[in-house]
């Protein structure tokens, strides 16, 4: 989520397959497929309707896409491969990716939730989404628990910068190859507390969740630190999570992060039962409005009847 003018804010301051497996746009529009209406019952039947919703929404809305969305089974089941290990402008979708790292420092005692992080008047200032410019009272302080709350709420910028001051870009980017991720990285700038979000693919976000719910990341306190602030009600709401009741939401971890045209969307959709059922690393950009961040976006609408055929498509299932 940056806005042209809020570079500055960050910079400077095995798969079984089902459904609609897409190898190229022209394959993924070229038709929309009836959809099902039976409630799917199995795995690949939830994974063919979602893929199904896909292709019918992403045509409608236009421009480019690139996703990757599975079904939780025996063995998980493709939904959408849709260019899945294309290089994408990551903007605040890597929010998540950044904080794995503090939290990884928070397991091995560098660092702790309870800390006192100080805000400053020049590390709040400028513009940029969040809270903690919009107090006008500084210096003040919060806790590090405090500031991840707002990064992966609110998705605010200057506790991006709060946790880059904590752990500098290069050490970020360690910790991210180090857990096997090899596209998704901070861009650091001539000043190495502070970075523009950088880049991931698809297929490295969908593992990154898929291994952070199965609690191969972190420990299980920083597992829970993260998707309880994903799960929030105060967590992005426009799109997957826009056609659904209160106890529908708090079923789903999302992230969105948008700038300029780019509109995006990735997260896990948890059962009934808890488990997780449905996972997306959705990505999108070229869609008319690229000066409209909010819920009428093309991009945004089309999630949102993804968001509620998915969690329709997959309430009988029990999860892995």
């Known amino acids: 989520m940056i806005p042209a003018t809020r570079r500055s804010a960050l910079g400077l301051g095995a798969l079984a397959t089902a459904g609609a497996v897409l190898g190229s746009p022209s394959a993924a529009f070229a038709s929309a497929p009836a959809l099902e209406r039976a409630a799917p019952a199995t795995p690949a039947q939830a994974a063919r309707l979602a893929g199904q919703v896909?292709?019918?929404e992403t045509r409608a809305a236009g421009g480019n896409w690139q996703a990757l969305v599975t079904v939780?089974?025996?063995?998980?089941?493709?939904?959408?491969?849709?260019?899945?290990?294309?290089?994408?402008?990551?903007?605040?979708?890597?929010?998540?990716?950044l904080a794995i790292a503090v939290l990884?420092?928070?397991?091995?005692?560098?660092?702790?939730l309870s800390q006192r992080v100080t805000v400053s008047a020049g590390v709040a200032?400028?513009?940029?989404?969040?809270?903690?410019?919009?107090d006008g009272a500084y210096p003040s302080a919060v806790t590090l628990g405090h500031v991840l709350s707002a990064l992966l709420t609110v998705s605010d910028d200057v506790a991006a910068r709060l946790c880059g001051d904590l752990v500098p870009t290069a050490e970020v980017n360690r910790i991210l190859a180090a857990k096997g991720f090899r596209q998704t990285r901070l861009q650091p700038t001539g000043n190495p507390n502070r970075f523009y979000l950088g880049r991931t693919t698809p297929r490295e976000t969908h593992t990154l969740l898929r291994r952070l719910v199965a609690g191969k990341l972190l420990s299980p306190?920083?597992?829970?630190?993260?998707?309880?602030?994903?799960?929030?009600?105060?967590?992005?709401?426009?799109?997957?999570?826009?056609?659904?009741?209160?106890?529908?939401?708090g079923r789903i971890a999302t992230k969105a992060?948008?700038?300029?045209?780019?509109?995006?969307?990735?997260?896990?959709?948890?059962?009934?039962?808890?488990?997780?059922?449905?996972?997306?690393?959705?990505?999108?950009?070229?869609?008319?409005?690229?000066?409209?961040f909010g819920a009428t976006h093309p991009a945004v609408r089309a999630r949102a009847r993804?968001?509620?055929?998915f969690i329709d498509a997959v309430s009988g299932l029990a999860g892995v």
């Open 257 to 292: 992060g948008w700038w300029g045209d780019g509109r995006h969307e990735v997260g896990v959709i948890f059962g009934r039962s808890g488990r997780p059922v449905l996972t997306y690393a959705i990505f999108a950009n070229g869609q008319a409005g690229a000066g409209n």
């Open 125 to 134: 200032a400028g513009d940029g989404d969040g809270i903690f410019r919009l």
């Open 306 to 309: 993804m968001g509620r055929a």
């Open 104 to 112: 990884d420092k928070v397991d091995r005692r560098a660092l702790s």
């Open 72 to 97: 939780a089974g025996t063995n998980e089941v493709v939904a959408v491969a849709d260019q899945p290990d294309t290089v994408v402008e990551a903007y605040s979708v890597n929010k998540i990716a």
């Open 54 to 56: 896909y292709v019918r």
């Open 221 to 249: 306190s920083s597992t829970q630190a993260i998707l309880s602030r994903l799960r929030s009600p105060i967590a992005f709401t426009d799109g997957i999570r826009k056609e659904m009741s209160s106890l529908e939401r």
